[in-house]
Structures are given as C-alpha cells and as structure tokens.
C-alpha cells in the first residue's frame, strides 16, 4: 500500500513537472498592455528568465482566466484597469485561487477623443450622460435616448452626430468610464444614487462597440473625424500627432493633472499575482520586482514615458513591501 503511495506521488511530481511553463504568462487589460508589455521587455532582456507572455483580454477577460484555477494551464497574473470586484474575488476564491497579491501601479486618466484636426470639445459628466445614457429624463419621465446630435446636448457643443466608439463590457475602461463619467454626470442631471448605477449605455448605434484595441480606435477616428473615441490617457499621449482629447469640466486630459487629480475622469492601474505560482513558474517574483522598480514607474521610468502616471513615493512604497512579503488579500479589502 505504501509503495502504492509513493508511486502515485512520484507520478503526481512528474505529471506536475511536465505542465510546468519556462514564460511567465499575463492576461488582462488593454490599457496595462503597453507597460506590461514594455516591462516584460526589459525583464526579458535584464535576466536569464524567459520575456513573459502578455494578452490584452481586456480587465473582465482576464480576471475571469486569472480566476479559473492553480496551474500552469492558467495565467500566473493579471492586468487590471480597475480593482478586482468582490464576485472575481469569490470566484477566484471558489477555484483554489485563495492567496493573491494584489498591487497598485499607477493611474490612468480616461480620455474622450476626436482626430487632430477635428472640432474641438469640452464636455460636462453630465453631457456625457445625456449623450450616452440609454435612457434620459425627457420632459419630466425616464424615456429611451433620442438626443442623435451634439448640439441637442448641449447647445455650446459642436453640430455632429453622436457617435462614440468605445471598449467592450468585458474592459475595465468600460467599467471605470460608467462609473467615473456616465454615473456620475447622471447624479449631475438630477438622479439619485441608486437610480444613478442603474445607468446603462445606450445601444441604439452611438455608441459603437470597438473591441480591446485602443490602436484600433485611433485609426478609426482618423478615418472619420466626425466620430469619437474612449481610450486611456497612454493612447492619447503616444499618438498626440494625430489625436485630441477633449476637455472634461473646463479640465484637459494631461499628464500632470491626471497626477494631481484635478481631471475628473481617471483611475487606478493594478496587477493580480497568484502566490501558488512563485517558485513554480520561474521569474515571478523578480518581474514584480522589475515593474515596481525606479527604472520602469519612477519618475522618469520607462513605463511613465508610455503614459503611466506614477504613484506617490509612500504609497509605492507601500505596495513594493507587499510584493517583497507577498502579501496576500485577506477578503476585508473594500471591494465592489
């Protein structure tokens, strides 16, 4: 019997050596992407490891990959463009995936944008809401959007057809824009709270859905300088040749008022790392150490130079001493 045992554990340890991966693998949002991708660069380059394997999924995408299990079929982290909700949690929880830790990068202003030599805009959250929200107060009662033109928004806006493209449910931009801009411009239009996270996007044709490639949306907006576009600040600061952001309350879409957080409409960049992965998946912990390093997000690092806006020196403190720990959640956080 014991040597039954024994023979059964060898064979586990071999099955489990097998499955093992040399490349670290990430998943998750298309706005971490680019600094991801360009720490995954260095990594590679600085170390003996092997350059980690990222995929833009999109934040939904790939905390739901992130969360379906220990092992190295699944992803050793992933990217998120706002923090993991409380039923990713559960969930992750619900798979085996018990010990995560959690660390912030930076932040992130969403940005509404046109082509270079269009029309330029500034818009109120609650323009936002009223061009956008599948349902508006007309006439005193909730009814289906009919507003189809900016100038019927507002009357100091441009006279263009509304038609905005925009990230997939499954992104965390989508995610942060509603809370940050529709919800918010909806409590500015006279809703109450809960009435306000109510608030859906219209799915009447203005707003088009562009998938996870911020790239895409840049060409297509170049393509037709009537139409525009949500993407993360980084996009807007790699591509200032050919796009414009508009200005959200009298505020412009720049680096350093992200940083001070006088533009309203910005957020938190995070990744999530399995603990169960560090020391089974080679160069976990040292990738972690390379993306919070001064050369990737200190102040002149190479990642701020993609766009990145930096954390304050003591709360990145405050996260390089949960990665050098490991930390791990402990199911208290404040999660939504």
């Known amino acids: 019997m014991k040597t039954t045992l024994a023979l059964a554990a060898v064979a586990s340890l071999v099955a489990s050596a097998a499955m093992a991966r040399d490349e670290i693998r990430i998943v998750g949002s298309s706005t971490v992407f680019p600094f991801s991708t360009a720490v995954a660069e260095q990594f590679g380059k600085k170390t003996d490891f092997e350059t980690p394997v990222v995929e833009a999924t999109g934040s939904g995408g790939g905390l739901k990959l992130f969360c379906a299990g220990i092992g190295a079929e699944h992803p050793d982290i992933a990217n998120s463009s706002r923090r993991i909700k409380q039923k990713e949690f559960d969930l992750c929880k619900s798979n085996g995936v ?21 029309p330029a805009f500034d818009l109120s959250r609650k ?48 995610d942060a824009f509603e809370e940050l801009a529709l919800q918010k411009g909806a409590r500015a239009a006279g809703l109450d709270k809960a009435e306000a996270k109510e608030v859906e996007v219209r799915s009447d044709g203005a707003y088009i859905e562009s998938g996870e ?31 414009k952001g508009a200005m959200i309350e009298g505020v412009e879409p720049t680096f350093e008022n992200i940083a001070s957080g006088e533009y309203p409409v910005s957020r938190d960049l995070w990744f999530y790392v399995k603990k169960g992965h560090i020391g ?18 200190g102040e002149d690092g190479y990642a701020v130079e993609k766009g990145l806006i930096p954390l304050e020196e003591d709360e990145l403190s405050k996260f390089q001493s949960a990665v050098a720990n490991q930390t791990v959640m402990t199911g208290s956080e404040d999660l939504h």
């Open 213 to 243: 490639n911020d790239n895409l949306i840049v060409s297509k907006l170049e393509a037709d300088p009537q139409k525009l576009g949500i993407f993360g600040f980084s996009f807007l600061d790699q591509n200032a040749d050919r796009i």
């Open 98 to 118: 018990k010990d995560i830790i959690e660390v912030k990068l930076g932040f992130d202003g969403i940005v509404i944008g046109n082509a270079i030599d269009s």
């Open 280 to 297: 089974v998946i080679p160069g976990i912990e040292e990738y972690m150490d390379e993306f919070l390093s001064e050369d990737a997000i």
């Open 127 to 174: 323009d936002i809401y009223k061009a956008l929200a599948a349902d508006v107060a007309q006439y005193g009662r909730m009814a289906p959007n009919a507003f189809d033109n900016w100038i019927q928004v507002n009357p100091a806006l441009p006279s263009q057809p509304i038609e905005i493209l925009g990230p997939p449910p499954t992104s965390g931009t989508r």
